[in-house]
């Protein structure tokens, strides 16, 4: 995710809703160890053409999912690149806990519901949120947190963060063994030839009478036309027989109209 940030903080672009719905998982054998970021609808330049930074603003209305919001965003501060980072790391804690302490706040209104948060993320300490897992998540907080407005972040220093911890857990980041995929793509395709299956065998089996007079109507599944009926196959008009209702007397398309094989 990192990573994903800083290629398009070199398009001289800051995403502004980071959130978990925007990044997606590679969906074929080729990219399932793909990582992709999407949705650039509330994105910004931070710099013009020239290289110039946008000016630093107060007072601007929250952007992005409050959940994951910066604190600086919370106060109503013009966002840059810090804040797309410090987001990418209250995405990360929401992984690692399953919820944030901000979550299900009450409030009447969207205005009183982001003020709940705001106060409630001000509130909880980095220690508090960082509690019980690796050091790592809280300096990578604390750096976040730490950065100017303007300054342009240190990507790799944020990766050698968790590249460290995954060392001192004994994991080698370069095996993309992600718990989230576990053979993911095999599975799917046998869950679905298993649901083909389930269906065929659940099918119910249609029972013929082998007494069946010559004027009962035969079922639809058979194939075989009613006694009288009328087929019409490309235009051409086919009338049932009169001993059994098979399509006796239909006459034969020309070779124009045959149908492929």
Same mark, same amino acid.
């Given at each position: 995710?990192?990573?994903?940030?800083?290629?398009?903080?070199?398009?001289?672009?800051?995403?502004?809703?980071?959130?978990?719905?925007?990044?997606?998982?590679? =969906?074929?054998e080729?990219?399932?160890?793909?990582?992709?970021?999407?949705?650039?609808?509330?994105?910004?330049?931070?710099?013009?053409?020239?290289?110039?930074h946008?000016?630093?603003?107060?007072?601007?209305?929250?952007?992005?999912?409050?959940?994951?919001?910066?604190?600086?965003?919370? $106060?109503?501060?013009e966002?840059?690149?810090?804040?797309?980072?410090?987001?990418?790391?209250?995405?990360?804690?929401?992984? $690692?806990? =399953?919820?944030?302490? !901000?979550?299900?706040?009450?409030?009447?209104?969207?205005?009183?519901?982001?003020?709940?948060?705001?106060?409630?993320?001000?509130?909880?300490?980095?220690?508090? $949120?960082?509690k =019980? *897992?690796?050091?790592?998540?809280?300096?990578?907080?604390? *750096?976040?947190?730490?950065?100017?407005?303007?300054?342009?972040?240190?990507?790799? *220093?944020?990766?050698?963060?968790?590249?460290?911890?995954?060392?001192?857990?004994?994991?080698?980041?370069?095996?993309?063994?992600?718990? !989230?995929?576990?053979?993911?793509?095999?599975?799917?395709?046998?869950? $679905?030839?298993?649901?083909?299956?389930?269906?065929?065998?659940?099918?119910?089996?249609?029972? *013929?009478?082998?007494?069946?007079?010559?004027?009962?109507?035969?079922?639809?599944?058979?194939?075989?036309?009613?006694?009288?009926?009328?087929v019409?196959?490309?235009?051409?008009?086919?009338?049932? =027989?009169?001993?059994?209702?098979?399509?006796?007397?239909?006459?034969?398309?020309?070779?124009?109209?045959?149908y492929?094989?």
């Amino acid at each position: 995710m990192i990573k994903r940030i800083e290629k398009v903080h070199e398009e001289r672009i800051i995403h502004r809703d980071i959130k978990p719905d925007n990044f997606l998982i590679g =969906g074929t054998e080729l990219t399932k160890d793909n990582i992709y970021i999407i949705d650039f609808g509330l994105a910004k330049c931070f710099k013009n053409s020239e290289g110039h930074h946008i000016p630093y603003i107060e007072g601007k209305n929250l952007t992005g999912t409050a959940r994951y919001a910066s604190l600086a965003t919370h $106060l109503g501060k013009e966002q840059s690149r810090r804040d797309d980072l410090e987001t990418i790391g209250h995405v990360i804690l929401y992984f $690692l806990r =399953g919820s944030l302490p !901000w979550q299900n706040l009450p409030g009447k209104n969207k205005d009183e519901k982001y003020k709940n948060i705001k106060k409630k993320k001000l509130e909880t300490s980095l220690d508090e $949120l960082c509690k =019980g *897992y690796p050091i790592e998540f809280k300096e990578f907080m604390e *750096y976040c947190r730490s950065l100017k407005f303007e300054q342009e972040p240190d990507y790799k *220093y944020c990766v050698s963060l968790f590249e460290k911890c995954l060392k001192r857990h004994d994991l080698d980041g370069k095996v993309l063994d992600f718990t !989230w995929k576990q053979n993911r793509l095999s599975k799917d395709k046998e869950a $679905l030839k298993n649901s083909m299956l389930d269906v065929i065998r659940k099918k119910p089996k249609i029972q *013929y009478n082998t007494t069946m007079n010559k004027n009962s109507q035969m079922p639809r599944e058979s194939g075989i036309a009613n006694h009288n009926s009328n087929v019409n196959v490309n235009g051409y008009q086919a009338n049932g =027989g009169q001993g059994g209702g098979t399509m006796m007397g239909m006459q034969q398309a020309p070779a124009a109209y045959q149908y492929p094989n």
